[in-house]
T-cell receptor
């Protein structure tokens, strides 16, 4: 069965600094990987996905993620953090079979001015 | 483009009572999902519909939870009777197709508190 690990419950970063939110995954076949963001009292918003091709995926709001097959990782990155990026971030994975999307437990990002 | 609509936003009920949540997906989206998000955890899939047929309900507690998607558009999730551990946010999502590489779009959720 597929699984996702987000090893950090909380990430703190100063505004203007680069940020990284970590995600590792486990699937039996080829992975389809997603990042979502959740603001308070809001639903999840899609940021980006990796299906195939270029290992560096660019998404909404200046976010990008790097797929690393050998390390089974899909870390979310942004070159310069904004205070408005403060939110809860979820990594999710499914394989190419008929399996549901599995989410990590989430990482709370706090960007400090 | 209108997003996924859910109602109510909040609901408080006593244990052993019943409750129902409603979801209207994005127009044209054939696939509809219900997720349960317990505080401090990631969302967990309860049921997935493709049009009005069930694709996956393996994690739905069928002794108390039920869901339907009549006419392949909006959907209702019901809990009867509710337990304290059902306190969570119930998220509805939809996607254009059922392909594994398709992202889902989420509603704002219904926060259920069982007392």
């Amino acid at each position: 069965a597929q699984s996702v690990a987000q090893p950090e419950d909380q990430v703190n970063v100063a505004e203007g600094n680069p940020l990284t939110v970590k995600c590792t995954y486990s699937v039996s076949g080829n992975p389809y990987l997603f990042w979502y963001v959740q603001y308070p009292n809001r639903g999840l918003q899609f940021l980006l996905k990796y299906i195939t091709g270029d290992n560096l995926v660019k998404g909404s709001y200046g976010f990008e993620a790097e797929f690393n097959k050998s390390q089974t990782s899909f870390h979310l990155k942004k070159p310069s953090a904004l205070v408005s990026d403060s939110a809860l971030y979820f990594c999710a994975v499914r394989d190419s079979g008929n399996t549901p999307l599995v989410f990590g437990k989430g990482t709370r990002l706090s960007v400090i001015a | 483009e209108a997003g996924v609509a859910q109602s109510p936003r909040y609901k408080i009920i006593e244990k052993r009572q019943s409750v129902a949540f409603w979801c209207n997906p994005i127009s044209g989206h054939a696939t509809l999902y219900w997720y349960q998000q317990i505080l401090g955890q990631g969302p967990k899939l309860l049921i997935q519909f493709q049009n009005n047929g069930v694709v996956d309900d393996s994690q739905l507690p069928k002794d108390r939870f039920s869901a339907e998607r009549l006419k392949g558009v909006d959907s209702t999730l019901k809990i009867q009777p509710a337990k304290l551990e059902d306190s969570a946010v119930y998220l509805c999502a939809s996607s254009f197709g059922g392909a594994q590489n398709t992202e889902a779009f989420f509603g704002q959720g219904t926060r259920l508190t069982v007392v």
